[in-house]
């Protein structure tokens, strides 16, 4: 079973625009949201991740906002340009004893972004 | 030089063939993984260390097999390789949250890409 849905599968947005990616999990346990970018012929680097502590965590023009009561959380991309084109992930996980290395990832969303 | 290396990055096989993808990594983490990665699906982890002596099954290890030879290698086998395993495996290294005072990100390398004839 998916416990992370991610949506839109893919995304073409103009330059200068806004692209949102969106998640919903399941698993009330999950503490600590990340998201993963991946550009063509390279592994998945971190961008940017959140607690359900905060609502809400911006770094430059990345934005994650999170509503724990819906269990949704989403990703917003202020002002999308050409090499913001990538995958995004994003990813869940719990504690328990380990750390937050051990992810359960949504399905990926393909952001073009159009000069 | 990439901190997380793996190797071969792309192989064509045949089913039934055994396979292994390797991983060596330099960050000094001690926590290693497998992923895999298929279009639509995301990632989905295959199998798990913490510790040279700590292996773990993840969501989809039926099928694989894994060996921590060291701290810094971790590998990946397909006993007897089939078509569905055809897919594109990332190895990745964390550093505990908790423990050593880590962020708990995963370092990725470049993945290695196996396609099953």
């Known amino acids: 079973q998916q416990q992370v849905k991610q949506s839109p599968q893919s995304l073409i947005v103009q330059k200068g625009g806004i692209s949102i990616i969106n998640c919903a999990y399941e698993n009330t346990a999950f503490d600590y949201f990340p998201w993963y970018q991946q550009f063509p012929g390279k592994g998945p680097a971190l961008l940017i991740a959140?607690?359900?502590?905060?609502s809400e965590k911006k770094e430059g023009r990345f934005t994650i906002s999170f509503n724990k009561s819906a269990k949704q959380f989403s990703l917003h991309i202020m002002d999308s340009q050409p090499g913001d084109s990538a995958t995004y992930f994003c990813?869940?996980?719990?504690?328990?004893?380990?750390?937050?290395?051990?992810?359960?990832f949504g399905q990926g969303t393909i952001l073009t972004v159009h000069p | 030089d990439a901190d997380v290396t793996q190797t071969p990055r792309n192989r064509i096989t045949k089913t039934g063939k055994r396979i292994m993808l390797e991983c060596s990594q330099t960050?000094?983490?001690?926590?290693m993984y497998w992923y895999r990665q298929d279009p639509g699906l995301g990632l989905r982890l295959i199998y798990y260390?913490?510790?040279?002596?700590?292996?773990n099954k993840g969501e989809i290890s039926d099928g694989y097999s894994v060996s921590r030879q060291a701290q810094a290698k971790f590998s990946l086998s397909l006993e007897s390789a089939i078509p569905n395993q055809t897919a594109l495996y990332f190895c990745a290294t964390s550093d505990p949250l908790k423990r050593t005072g880590g962020t708990g990100e995963l370092f990725f390398g470049e993945g290695s890409r196996l396609t099953v004839l």
């Open positions: 260390s913490f510790d040279v002596k700590d292996i």
């Open positions: 990813a869940a996980s719990s504690p328990g004893g380990t750390s937050y290395g051990k992810l359960t």
């Open positions: 959140i607690r359900p502590d905060v």
């Open positions: 960050k000094g983490h001690d926590r």
